[in-house]
Structure formats: C-alpha cells, structure tokens
T-cell receptor
Framework: GDSVTQMEGPVTLSEEAFLTINCTYT??????LFWYVQYPGEGLQLLLK?????DKGSNKGFEATYRKETTSFHLEKGSVQVSDSAVYFC???????????FGKGTHLIIQP | DTEVTQTPKHLVMGMTNKKSLKCEQH?????MYWYKQKAKKPPELMFV???????INESVPSRFSPECPNSSLLNLHLHALQPEDSALYLC???????????????FGPGTRLLVL
C-alpha cells in the first residue's frame, strides 16, 4: 500500500535559519503530493501541493518539488520565523476514494 | 474561499450521551470526509462520502454514525462512546474523489471531543 515517511523531530531552529523537512513516499501510479500545516489547537491547513512529476508547489515562502526519480517531496524555506512553529504533515493522494495517506508529522520549533 | 466550518469547537460527553458533530462547506465540493486525530499523531480516515453516498467506511465502530443530508453538510452522530474515543475530529472536503488535484482536501478546524 501507499506510505509516506518524514522526519518526526522535534526540529528546533533559530529564527532566519534555512529549513528542510524531508519527505519520501511509496505509491503505485501517479499520486498527488501535499504539505499540510497544523498550528496548536487548530485543524490542518493546506500549505502547498504538486500533482505531477517536476511540479513545484510554493506558498508563504515554502517550496517543495515533486521528484519522481527519488520519490521525494522535501519542504524548504529560506528564512524561518517564530510564527512558522507548528506540525507539518507530508501527504499523498493516490486518486482513489480512500482519502489521504499521511506521514507521522514533523514538529517544528523556531526560537527567537 | 476554501472554508470548511465545524461545530461545536469543543464537546464533553458522558459514555451514555448522544451527540452530533456538524460540518459544512459551500465550495460546491462533492466529496466529504471524517478523520480522527489523536494527540501527536496524523489524522486517520474514518468515512468518505462521494456525491452524498457513503463510499468508504474504514471499519469504524457502529457507535459512530455518519450522515450526509445534502451536498454541503456532513454530520457525525455519536452514541455510547468510550474514553479512548477522545480526540480531535476533523472534517474535510474536496472537489471530488479523483486525481490531478481534484482530490485536494480542505480541512475544517475540528471538534475537540472529550469522553468522560
């Protein structure tokens, strides 16, 4: 079956540091890939997505590129802020009626 | 607008109570989902509705009963829950089930449920 693997953390960085959260996946066919962010006490917000190989999703300074050859969708940001502290979930959708397959989530802590 | 609303925000119930969670979207989406999320875990899929018909039930106990009265509304009826059912219940919707981005799911803020 489909699966998503991501670093769990917590990942602690200083403000203005460069961020990378690794995400790799296993799926049959051609899945769509997503990053969701969950702030404390809230639901999941779609951060960015990519629906085919070599697509780059971007939003709020975050970027991720759909790499079919390495089955990866790593999340990057050039300069993080304290307000980026949250849990980040990598997820895939195989296109069937079976919802999203999530990674375990990465807890990101940004210190001033 | 990509808003999904859920009520109530918080709910405390006893094991003999009956309560309902409500979810609403006005994006014209035809697929709606219920997820359960325990602390420090990813969401787990419970139910999928496609065009107001139940298409997926992930072996959820019968004390959880979903209902989709129309294309904008999704309910989750709760009865005789157990303390281990305490969790954040998330609703999501997508344009449709499918591929090529149409399955992009938008989540509500969730209902935080505590069963005593």
């Amino acid at each position: 079956g489909d699966s998503v693997t991501q670093m769990e953390g917590p990942v602690t960085l200083s403000e203005e540091a460069f961020l990378t959260i690794n995400c790799t996946y296993t799926a049959t066919g051609y899945p769509s890939l997503f990053w969701y962010v969950q702030y404390p006490g809230e639901g999941l917000q779609l951060l960015l997505k990519a629906t085919k190989a070599d697509d780059k999703g971007s939003n709020k300074g975050f970027e991720a590129t759909y790499r079919k050859e390495t089955t990866s969708f790593h999340l990057e940001k050039g300069s993080v802020q304290v307000s980026d502290s949250a849990v980040y979930f990598c997820a895939l959708s195989g296109g069937g009626a079976d919802g999203l397959t999530f990674g375990k989530g990465t807890h990101l802590i940004i210190q001033p | 607008d990509t808003e999904v609303t859920q009520t109530p925000k918080h709910l405390v119930m006893g094991m003999t109570n009956k309560k309902s969670l409500k979810c609403e979207q006005h994006m014209g989406h035809r697929a709606m989902y219920w997820y359960k999320q325990k602390a420090k875990k990813p969401p787990e899929l419970m139910f999928v509705y496609s065009y107001e018909k139940l298409s997926i039930n992930e072996s959820v106990p019968s004390r959880f009963s979903p209902e989709c009265p129309n294309s904008s509304l999704l309910n989750l009826h709760l009865h005789a829950l157990q303390p281990e059912d305490s969790a954040l219940y998330l609703c999501a919707s997508s344009s449709r089930v499918g591929s090529g981005g149409q399955e992009t799911q938008y989540f509500g803020p969730g209902t935080r449920l505590l069963v005593l």
